[in-house]
């Protein structure tokens, strides 16, 4: 794969296996995978703080329908609106072909946890802080996904860990294949620092039960300051982001970022919950469900 020290050749082949005629490709599985690992996260989450595991099975059902279907809807009326206006259909038939937008699972995933708040009662800035975590590794996973398919590159580079993605460039000789930035590969570490990140402040200093909001608001920061950032050094997915001074990605990535900082400026402004042991926790967090269903922080 790789061919002497100034760039690496990249011809990975994306499909991991072909069943029933259907090809099944890495980055499917990808997506699969962050969704297993999630589910793990919430059972994990409900363990530690003594709730009941039918919650992490309800939050999975809600979370996962709602994450598939806000990044499919949110690529095409974000990046390919005219197309998929004119034939509605084909955002459930072409969705082989590709089109998830991050965004669009972002926003599916608020409503979808939204929802699950309100079926069973929880506070929805628990769902919020707790759905950060699965998101950094789930995010880092799915852009690795995005390297097997050779999408989502960087522009032209003379790092010596560029890569030439062969794939995008088979009628051109391999010799005039330009090299690019493996972007999949920097956002998948950003994420996965702040998985990390996250990691550290809910299972060594409890911050999800002493500071609600501040993972949501240090997570969501942390993943779209990532897609800002390195939005200047990918190549425009689209055509009619030619010539804009900030990409779609950065134009919706900024609501977002904005969000995140209000989210933690507000969190380390209130005073600092004590730590509890997680039953007396558990209770607290579940108390407001039986009393009324207006609004919960």
Not at 123 to 150: E, H, K, Q, T
Not at 255 to 280: L, S, T
Request: net charge positive.
């Amino acid at each position: 794969m790789s061919n002497g020290l100034l760039y690496i050749d990249w011809n990975f082949d994306p499909v991991f296996f072909t069943l029933f005629g259907a090809d099944i490709r890495y980055y499917g599985v990808m997506w699969a995978l962050a969704i297993l690992i999630g589910g793990w996260f919430f059972a994990d989450f409900c363990r530690r703080e003594a709730l009941s595991p039918k919650l992490a099975d309800s939050i999975f059902v809600y979370g996962t329908l709602a994450t598939i279907i806000g990044a499919r809807v949110g690529h095409c009326l974000f990046y390919e609106p005219a197309e998929y206006l004119s034939d509605p259909i084909a955002i459930i038939t072409g969705i082989r072909n590709g089109g998830m937008a991050s965004h669009g699972a972002a926003v599916g995933l608020l409503i979808g946890l939204w929802l699950f708040s309100r079926k069973n009662g929880m506070p929805y800035v628990w769902s919020l802080d707790r759905i950060m975590i699965p998101v950094g590794i789930g995010g880092a996973i799915v852009r690795m996904g995005n390297l097997f398919n050779s999408e989502i590159v960087g522009a032209q580079t003379s790092v010596p860990w560029g890569f030439r993605f062969m794939r995008l460039y088979r009628n051109m000789p391999p010799e005039a294949v330009p090299v690019q930035h493996p972007t999949q590969i920097y956002e998948a570490i950003c994420y996965l620092a702040t998985f990390v990140v996250l990691c550290v402040m809910y299972y060594r200093h409890d911050a999800g039960r002493r500071r609600p909001g501040l993972l949501f608001g240090t997570g969501l920061t942390g993943v779209f300051l990532t897609r800002f950032f390195l939005e200047f050094i990918k190549e425009r997915q689209e055509a009619f982001e030619e010539g804009m001074l900030l990409d779609m990605g950065q134009l919706l990535s900024v609501p977002f970022i904005i969000a995140g900082i209000w989210f933690i400026v507000r969190a380390v402004r209130r005073p600092a919950a004590e730590a509890q042991p997680a039953q007396e926790s558990a209770a607290r967090c579940a108390a407001p469900a039986k009393k009324s269903r207006r609004k919960r922080w």
